[in-house]
T-cell receptor, first 114, second 108 residues
């Protein structure tokens, strides 16, 4: 089944404890992206990747890191999480990073930082 | 002005009616426009993409794009209770930018 998977789905952690949220897609998509969704602010892009070893900042990259060593995986790293990073996170992928960027979303990861 | 704006709703329509969802965007050079549906507690699901002026139809859904007016809309014909969800407009403005969403309720 073609899909984007994320792990974990739910995570409660404490300020400053490094964490990684994994994202994997099995559709051989070139483009992958991370978003956070907050009430009243909608979906905001954190980072994106056009292909392996190519990553770039979205609109809200502060406090996050990403890597794209393999085409299928695009982990999101929070080196020192803070309470303002409490949010719902979505990974998405698209066959192409061009203008026809039709994205398919993972199930989401709900992160709480206390 | 926000880069992508949607009427905040909520929008309520009776079953069988046409639901009309609207979105305006700030960048006149935008080329790509998308509508996503998001059920409560779920991830966004792509339902329509449109790239050129005019209408694009897919089943009960019609997307309408007017680049001169910087306006994109989604019409849902014969609305069903299962269409009750939040609808997100997305526009490729450098990065992908999303509106805050319009919550639609279809009442039986």
């Amino acid at each position: 089944e073609a899909q984007v998977t994320q792990n974990p789905r739910y995570l409660i952690t404490v300020t400053g404890k490094k964490l990684t949220v994994t994202c994997s897609q099995n559709m051989n998509h070139e483009y992958m992206s991370w978003y956070r969704q907050d009430p009243g602010l909608g979906l905001r892009q954190i980072y994106y990747s056009m292909n392996v070893e190519v990553t770039d900042k979205g609109d809200v990259p502060e406090g996050y890191k990403v890597s794209r060593k393999e085409k299928r995986n695009f982990p999101l790293i929070l080196e020192s999480p803070s309470p303002n990073q409490t949010s719902l996170y979505f990974c998405a992928s698209s066959p192409t990073g061009g203008w026809s960027r039709e994205q398919y979303f993972g199930p989401g990861t709900r992160l709480t930082v206390t | 002005q926000k880069e992508v704006e949607q009427n905040s709703g909520p929008l309520s329509v009776p079953e069988g009616a046409i639901a009309s969802l609207n979105c305006t965007y700030s960048d006149r050079g935008s080329q790509s426009f998308f509508w996503y549906r998001q059920y409560s507690g779920k991830s966004p699901e792509l339902i329509m993409s449109i790239y050129s002026n005019g209408d694009k139809e897919d089943g009960r859904f019609t997307a309408q794009l007017n680049k001169a007016s910087q306006y994109v809309s989604l019409l849902i014909r014969d609305s069903q209770p299962s269409d009750s969800a939040t609808y997100l407009c997305a526009v490729l403005i450098g990065n992908m930018r999303f509106g805050a969403g319009t919550r639609l309720t279809v009442k039986p």
